[in-house]
T-cell receptor, first 113, second 114 residues
Framework: GENVEQHPSTLSVQEGDSAVIKCTYS??????FPWYKQELGKRPQLIID?????GEKKDQRIAVTLNKTAKHFSLHITETQPEDSAVYFC????????????FGTGTRLLVSP | DGGITQSPKYLFRKEGQNVTLSCEQN?????MYWYRQDPGQGLRLIYY???????QKGDIAEGYSVSREKKESFPLTVTSAQKNPTAFYLC?????????????FGAGSRLTVL
């Protein structure tokens, strides 16, 4: 089955810096890669996702890149703000039929003012 | 907080007791899921259900049971056989079809075994 590894487990940056979180996956048939953000005490929420037919997707200050050959994908946050502080989870799945998501272990991002 | 409602938010249990966590959704989603969240371990799938009266074990189903008698409801029972039940439990749902991978989560239930 699919296995997703996520690094780093914690990341501290200064406000305005960029943050990068990386994930690798094992199942070459996986083709859907979402990122969820979980603020302290709240539910995880989807912030961006990418499918295997594209290499990069952007939404304002966040972007995700995908390298299918190397089986890794990354979340990039630019101009970080204190409200970006949260735990971020990557995940992977196939999109053919019903397929459950497999999550990474999470990255705790702390943005200091 | 509409969409998926989990209750109770906090629950304390004595060892040897079964407890049931409620999950109700009004999104008309077909599939429902239960995840367990522990520090440093991400989200691990306990059980999932694609349709009424059908469910499958996830990666850590031992010591848990579920039912899916109604499309809107997917309760999780944590039995006394679960050796380390203290955790944060998240329920989620997805539609079938093109949005099948986009999870909508409930607010979670935190279970503490005394």
């Amino acid at each position: 089955g699919e296995n997703v590894e996520q690094h780093p487990s914690t990341l501290s940056v200064q406000e305005g810096d960029s943050a990068v979180i990386k994930c690798t996956y094992s199942d070459s048939a996986s083709n859907y890669f979402p990122w969820y953000k979980q603020e302290l005490g709240k539910r995880p929420q989807l912030i961006i996702d990418i499918r295997s037919n594209v290499g990069e997707k952007k939404d304002q200050r966040i972007a995700v890149t995908l390298n299918k050959t190397a089986k890794h994908f990354s979340l990039h946050i630019t101009e970080t703000q204190p409200e970006d502080s949260a735990v971020y989870f990557c995940a992977a799945s196939r999109t053919t039929g019903f397929q459950k998501l497999v999550f990474g272990t999470g990255t705790r991002l702390l943005v200091s003012p | 907080d509409g969409g998926i409602t989990q209750s109770p938010k906090y629950l304390f249990r004595k060892e040897g007791q079964n407890v049931t966590l409620s999950c109700e959704q009004n999104l008309n989603h077909d599939a429902m899921y239960w995840y367990r969240q522990d520090p440093g371990q991400g989200l691990r799938l306990i059980y999932y259900s694609q349709i009424v009266n059908d469910f499958q074990k996830g990666d850590i189903a031992e010591g848990y049971s579920v039912s899916r008698e109604k499309k809107e409801s997917f309760p999780l029972t944590v039995t006394s056989a679960q050796k380390n039940p203290t955790a944060f439990y998240l329920c989620a749902s997805t539609p079938m079809g093109s949005g099948a991978n986009v999870l909508t989560f409930g607010a979670g239930s935190r279970l503490t075994v005394l």
